[in-house]
């Protein structure tokens, strides 16, 4: 979700999903990214191969807490909020 508090755009969107391709390594398992505006922010739904959901979650939840923290091109102004 942006922290500046006017909602986000389609190519910020974009940008958050490079930045996660960016990031994602094969131990992420990570096979497919959806990324959709709103007026609350940008959500994300991750496709990560795993033995498990709750595996699958950790990855995710490492994968995009790295990535933001990264303050790399697309990931500047950004929470996160984690839906399980």
Known sequence: MPTGGAPPTDSQAHALVDALWAHATPECGMEHIRARTGPDGIGIVL??????????????GRLVTDTLAS??????????????
Request: glycine residues 18%.
């Open 71 to 84: 303050g790399g091109t697309g990931t500047h102004g950004y929470s996160v909020t984690l839906h399980r």
């Open 47 to 60: 496709f990560i191969r795993a033995p498990s959901t709750g595996i699958a979650q950790a990855k995710a």
